[in-house]
């Protein structure tokens, strides 16, 4: 199935020791021309691109608080070294959280700090040559940004914030990533990160309306630029197309259609992810937020709700309203922007949704954590409410809930292994070790508990289950949407009666 | 006036200018330099009392770093509290008895604590120095500079340890000497070899703290991570360079 060894599970986790190396390769496909014009970035490798460089280093420097402090802080105390979900799944010492962020540090150092300039043998500063940025390149794409590290980071020293920098930095002297630059055009342009046009969208969500209805005998609606609506819904454009995803979406318009709420998508803006965020660039991720702004201004909406995927959440929810607010025009008795999942859960609370929780009695459910919600966004109004609030949705939904070992979920969650613009196929390999620690994690809860499937809000995240479970030795079909659940279990007001479901199911 | 007793007090003043003008320049960087989106690693508090809370469980526990790793934490704390205690125990040697914390410092607590932590700061040093050797990860990260660190704190420790529990030096000469420092009046230093490593090694402290890995006690406080409320959609953020992008904006 790989051309690389699929890492074994361990049965306790015992911490790898060192290999130096195996990890060590090109990196995914270099960014072309047409891409890297797009976000403003020099085609290829400039000239002088080592005085670039530490020209934009001391730029982000002074536009980063995190980063300066984070490259001056780190006491090389080791707390890090095996928190990271690529290290315990490849052993390559370069992907340990503090040895990550000495691809960088050692630059600055050299000729940023007295010490490396004058004694930099003494502190491990080293020049900053074609060998160092091959070892970034590769290095900084294998980080999945997902702040694991800094959870246990005695002074919170973020990897993700220098992975970001490192990658902006590459982008300005001309050495892109592809996977990332050429999405980030295309939700830029066309509005979405498939690159799927007005007309394509307009079709797709007619198709789902037909089959929706064929299938429960209910005239739910997935309506498009629809002026006036209160609700614009910005989701993840694999929600469109992608299994999982989909099944979400088709929760998330059975709630809207139960709540009697008036909602839309937008064409023009028809992406929740934002892959700016990926490369560290301020610029691009509001360009891309602008686009929300001017989408709920042209639809004249009320509120802007959130469907379900991970850094798109963190965008929006600690981003959005610098990026892109103030959002004065919108209706103040809501939070802007919300997630589905608060959607459905304030529903829920207020009595008036109604499930059938034995709809999804052939599954046992574990959650999966999503990084990027869980250590980078809240939901609700209290401190946890992004651990509780999916839950209480799946424990409304479902019967037979079990979590993963509590080392592995919450704000310790593992990475799926392809957040951060990882998930590409030329990375295969850094993803498929690098889900290992969560394979452990989930294949603990198959065994011992019959878990049968697990569900995430995140569209990297089940896109990336799809693809590594098999690897591990689980079906392609075991990760779930958590709306999808609720798209199960919901009760339609004005569903016709359907007299076969209470009596063979007992 | 011997001139031991002017090449060290010399040492102490540029150590002690270095120091001062090295922290203030890091610290001035730090504060002035802005931190453009809320990054808290959640679940972060949502109120600025619930910050300094946070914060306070980092500094004075090191909260994160006892979830992450129980050896580094009970080496790191010890040897942190023993240099806490150690402080306490000192500031006796440059005060005099009409000040208003001498009661308090000349405690007999106070001055049994700071006498008995240095076993506890010889021990989570020697801890930490052993983690560096033989955990393979922690050997792979460390640069001679993070080696030489620990040996310069051990030094210093020792030379002290040795102080108190072996050689005295001629305390009440000392004390004067120090005294005189603080009013630019250079006296005579006790020419005591473990008093004299002691000093040294300290001033070498002094002088390459605000230049290495020692800024980690300043960099905590500003750490956007630990140090930001979690309201983002309740508080519009913006940084100074973000708002003047934003001049610009068509909408």
């Known amino acids: 199935m790989a051309d690389f060894e699929v890492p074994e599970l361990r049965k306790t986790p015992v911490i790898p020791k060192l290999e130096e190396g195996t990890m060590k390769g090109d990196g995914p496909f270099v960014s072309r021309a047409p891409f890297q014009e797009a976000l403003g970035y020099p085609d290829e490798l400039v000239d002088n691109w080592e005085e670039k460089a530490l020209e934009k280093l001391d730029d982000l420097r002074g536009r980063y608080r995190s980063l300066q402090v984070y490259l001056d802080s780190c006491v090389k105390c080791g707390a890090c070294t095996d928190k990271c979900h690529y290290y315990i799944g490849t052993h390559d010492p370069k992907n340990m959280p503090v040895a990550r962020q000495d691809l960088l540090r050692k630059v600055y150092r050299r000729y940023k700090t007295f010490a490396g300039k004058y004694f930099p043998k003494l502190v491990g500063a080293v020049?900053?040559?074609?060998?160092?940025?091959?070892?970034?390149?590769?290095?900084?794409?294998?980080?999945?940004?997902?702040?694991?590290?800094?959870?246990?980071?005695?002074?919170?020293?973020?990897?993700?914030?220098?992975?970001?920098?490192?990658?902006?930095?590459?982008?300005?002297?001309?050495?892109?990533?592809?996977?990332?630059?050429?999405?980030?055009?295309?939700?830029?342009?066309?509005?979405?990160?498939?690159?799927?046009p007005e007309p394509a969208l307009a079709d797709t969500l007619e198709g789902l309306e037909e089959e929706v209805e064929e299938d429960i005998e209910v005239p739910v609606k997935f309506p498009l630029d629809q002026k006036g609506a209160d609700i614009l819904l910005v989701t993840p454009s694999a929600d469109f197309f992608a299994e999982p995803h989909v099944d979400g979406l088709i929760g998330y318009a059975k709630v809207f259609h139960e709540a009697g709420v008036s909602w839309t998508l937008s064409s023009y803006a028809s992406e929740a992810a934002n892959f700016g965020m990926f490369i560290g660039s301020y610029e691009n991720m509001q360009r891309l937020a602008l686009r929300i702004r001017k989408a709920a201004k042209d639809l004249g909406v009320?509120?802007?709700?959130?469907?379900?995927?991970?850094?798109?959440?963190?965008?929006?929810?600690?981003?959005?309203?610098?990026?892109?607010?103030?959002?004065?025009?919108?209706?103040?008795?809501?939070?802007?922007?919300?997630?589905?999942?608060?959607?459905?859960y304030d529903l829920m609370q207020e009595g008036k949704l109604k499930f059938d929780p034995s709809e999804n009695d052939h599954m046992t459910l574990t959650f999966h954590d999503s990084c990027n919600v869980a250590r980078a966004s809240r939901m609700g109004d209290k401190p946890g409410g992004q651990f509780e609030i999916p839950r209480a949705i799946i424990k409304a939904a479902c019967n037979n809930y079990v979590d993963m070992p509590a080392d592995t979920i919450k704000e310790g969650t593992f990475c799926c292994g392809g957040g951060g613009g990882i998930l590409t196929d030329d990375l295969m390999e850094v993803r498929v070790k690098g889900a290992q620690p969560r394979m452990e994690a989930y294949t603990q809860v198959v065994k011992e508990n019959g878990v049968t499937n697990i569900a995430a809000i995140c569209a990297i995240c089940k896109s990336q289950f799809t693809k590594v479970l098999p690897y591990y030795g689980h079906g392609m079909t075991d990760i779930v949407s958590v709306h999808q659940l609720v798209s199960e279990a919901i009760i339609l007001s004005d569903a016709p009666k359907d007299d076969d479901d209470d009596n063979d199911e007992d | 006036m011997?001139?031991?007793?002017?090449?060290?007090?010399?040492?102490?003043?540029?150590?002690?200018?270095?120091?001062?003008?090295?922290?203030?320049?890091?610290?001035?960087?730090?504060?002035?330099?802005?931190?453009?989106?809320?990054?808290?690693?959640?679940?972060?508090?949502?109120?600025q009392t619930g910050v300094v809370l946070r914060m306070a469980r980092e500094v004075v526990l090191f909260a994160s770093l006892f979830k992450s790793n129980k050896w580094i934490w009970v080496f790191g704390w010890m040897f942190h509290l023993a240099l806490l205690l150690a402080f306490f125990r000192h500031l006796r040697y440059g005060m005099s008895p009409d000040n208003i914390l001498w009661p308090l410092v000349s405690?007999?607590?106070?001055?049994?604590?700071?006498?008995?932590?240095?076993?506890?700061?010889?021990?989570?040093?020697?801890?930490?120095?052993?983690?560096?050797?033989?955990?393979?990860?922690?050997?792979?990260?460390?640069?001679?500079?993070?080696?030489?660190?620990?040996?310069?704190?051990?030094?210093?420790?020792?030379?002290?340890?040795?102080?108190?529990?072996?050689?005295?030096?001629?305390?009440?000469?000392?004390?004067?000497?120090?005294?005189?420092?603080?009013?630019?009046?250079?006296?005579?230093?006790?020419?005591?070899?473990?008093?004299?490593?002691?000093?040294?090694?300290?001033?070498?402290?002094?002088?390459?703290?605000?230049?290495?890995?020692?800024?980690?006690?300043?960099?905590?406080?500003?750490?956007?991570?630990?140090?930001?409320?979690?309201?983002?959609?309740?508080?519009?953020?913006l940084a100074p360079w973000a708002a003047a992008m934003e001049a610009d904006r068509q909408d």
């Open chain 2, 2 to 47: 011997s001139a031991l007793s002017i090449t060290y007090a010399v040492m102490f003043y540029v150590a002690g200018a270095i120091l001062i003008a090295g922290l203030f320049v890091k610290i001035k960087q730090y504060a002035q330099t802005p931190a453009p989106l809320k990054i808290p690693t959640t679940p972060a508090p949502v109120t």
């Open chain 2, 107 to 237: 405690l007999d607590l106070v001055q049994a604590a700071g006498k008995y932590g240095a076993y506890a700061m010889l021990i989570g040093l020697g801890g930490l120095f052993l983690r560096r050797i033989v955990v393979d990860r922690v050997r792979y990260i460390s640069a001679p500079s993070d080696y030489l660190m620990l040996l310069l704190l051990l030094g210093i420790a020792g030379s002290g340890t040795m102080m108190t529990f072996v050689a005295h030096t001629d305390i009440v000469q000392l004390k004067a000497y120090m005294q005189g420092l603080l009013v630019l009046d250079i006296r005579e230093l006790p020419a005591d070899p473990f008093l004299l490593i002691h000093l040294a090694l300290v001033a070498l402290l002094m002088l390459i703290f605000p230049i290495s890995k020692l800024l980690h006690a300043p960099g905590v406080f500003f750490s956007p991570t630990r140090n930001q409320v979690d309201n983002p959609r309740e508080k519009r953020h």
């Open chain 1, 127 to 196: 020049d900053l040559t074609k060998e160092v940025l091959d070892d970034w390149y590769n290095y900084y794409h294998q980080c999945s940004q997902c702040r694991r590290c800094s959870v246990y980071c005695p002074y919170g020293i973020d990897t993700a914030e220098i992975s970001m920098a490192a990658r902006e930095i590459m982008d300005s002297i001309g050495v892109g990533q592809k996977y990332c630059n050429e999405i980030i055009m295309k939700a830029g342009t066309i509005g979405n990160n498939l690159g799927l």
């Open chain 1, 302 to 344: 009320k509120r802007i709700v959130f469907g379900e995927c991970g850094h798109a959440w963190r965008v929006a929810y600690s981003f959005l309203n610098t990026l892109a607010g103030p959002w004065d025009f919108l209706d103040p008795n809501y939070p802007v922007p919300q997630h589905i999942c608060e959607f459905t």
